[in-house]
């Protein structure tokens, strides 16, 4: 089966025609519009400045800066759409197969939850199910092995920071 | 200066200094040995470590993490083809063949002694002329800053990976995401829909770990399994390096090292460059420019010297004007201010024997870097095929550690992992994410250089920059012409690219 790749040049090749809808226009439309929304919603997002007997103390109004930015984002989102259709790039997420897409979800997944679980359990408790959890996901059959690293890598962070640099983590929750 | 230079040196021997950069070195190699880590992704890791320790430690310890990953790139990439790090491309040109012909060995010493060469000389030359340019650099005020600043986030975007307007996209994505938590100048909140933990702006830690080392983890597993290297290196690694065969090299080492240096000090080009272009310069030099990709020593020690010759040029930018030039140096830039150092023309004036001390340290770990990595190679060798179904579950651990420890804070790893899969979503979409955190770091400076700009200018901006200030109106001047020729330049790049690809089915068929 032949790989898919980037396509730089112009033609009838492939079949497929400089003015077909590509991610590079779905990625300049959302970009573009969310641009616009918070454009839009600029006095929402920036507090008024402090003022001292009626006068602003900063020199440069703080929505200036923020304004420019968000212009700037949104003509170039335009820029970008209207140059979407020359650029024949690859989407590198096409190369990924469905598995591909489980695998890092689950890891976002498993991120998550370790974010969530962290003050609960603890560092040790926390870091030894994630590694012994994702090792095994990720095709790891040795165990033994698994368990091992799982329980000693984090009990060895964890000693680390806290004893020799002296940085506080979530200690185990049943000690 | 030299007051500064001479405690410097005092300051810089020191022995926790030597041992944290010896810690440094090996973990670098370490980490560039194995297939598809980064040194950046190292770094960005191994960063919050450096907070805990004196500036002095925790600096160098990250300096010998950068010398010791990139030439630990050059390890796979001589052994199995695979360049360990992005620096270490030009290396799988000869490296590979040397390894078939049985000489593995004379490759990975040509490339550790060519790249402690390269890294030693650059800086030298850092340390000779940063004292005058950080001298200029103090008589620039606010409207000066503000205009480099401006200028480097163009060529910084501009050398980066892609189509030109997605880089401008993501320098513009980075400067909003800058703009989070409070203004520079009025303490205004911006930005923080209404989460208290924004209130301080996005922290530079999670942020950089999010987007360096979290999507070549999640690049990783895509195919669990599959890319796990499970074969062998080929077994016999040969003779060693003899003297008469670096000395037919040094000519060669000595041009990547000049051109290494010259691409270091120049803001977003970086290893990757300077490697392809020493390589190039090297065979067009050579009497026998047809053994190049065939197992020529000589393309190993041009990539080699090159690619750790920027090391020292980079920190020019960083340390006299602020500005990193490439992501190593942004992480840098973290670790600095995490200490209370803003880099910058002041800091050469406040700290000046800590920035030499500094800079010795540099000098200093190459010589370390040379007996440390003769005397590991062989053991570096092996971890080529180590499982990463052990690794890469450890590196999440270290990468979940590295986030929290900066604030102990549990929304930091959620800030984390939301930047980790905007980074993972950028690389699919082939947006480079470098524009992003240079505009994420250097937005706040730019703004607060404007607001600056505009109270002495009491009203008349135009007038006071462009007559009133001749570097600044230079520099905004040079802008255009020079984001016009970065884009022809990058124009008849994707042309000549489209020419290959165009070409490249006539050869396979």
New interface residues.
Partial sequence: MEKP?????R?K?GGTSWRKWS??HV?ALV?GVVAAA?LATLPQ??????ALLGR?????D?AL??EA??W??LA??V??FL?AGR?H?????RT??P??FV??GV??A???A???A??HLG?VAT?AI??????A????RNHA??VA??AL??AA?YLG?TRL?????PEFPFL | MWDFFVQGVGLALRLDTFFMMSAGLLLGILVGALPGFTTTMALAILLPISFFLDPLVGIPFLIGVTKGGIFGGSIPAILVSIPGTGASVATTFDGPALTKKGQSRKAMEMALYASVFGDTASDVITMLFIAPIALVALKFGPPELGAIILLSLVVITASATGVFVKGLIMLVIGLFFGLVGQDPLGGVSRFTFGLFDLRSGIPLLPMLIGVFALPEVFEAIERKGAAFLAGHVAGRQGDRLTLAEFRRCFRTILRSTGIGAAIGAIPGMGQVVAAMVGYTAAKNASPHPERFGKGELEGVAAAEAANNAVNGPTMVPLLTLGIPGDNVTAILLGAFIAHGLRPGPQLFQDQGALVFAILVAMVLANAMFLVLGYLTIPFFAKLVTIRKSLLLPLTVVFALTGAYVYQSSPFDLLLMVFFGVFGYVAKKLRFDVSPMVMGFILGPVLEYSLGQTLSLAQGDFLGFVFVDRPIASATLLATPVVTYLLWRRALRLRREQAARAAAAPAHEH
């Fill in positions: 790749r980037d396509r730089l040049t033609g090749a991610f590079n990625a970009i918070l997002h920036v507090a008024r400045p402090k602003v103390l900063s020199g440069l703080p800066f923020p930015i968000l700037a984002l170039l989102a820029a970008y140059l650029l790039e690859l989407n590198l997420f990924v197969e598995r591909g695998n890092v890891t976002i498993a991120l998550i370790y974010a969530i962290l003050p560092f870091g994630l590694v012994m959890g994702l090792a996901f990720y095709g790891n092995l698994t690293i799982g890598v984090p962070i920071f640099l002296h940085v506080s983590l």
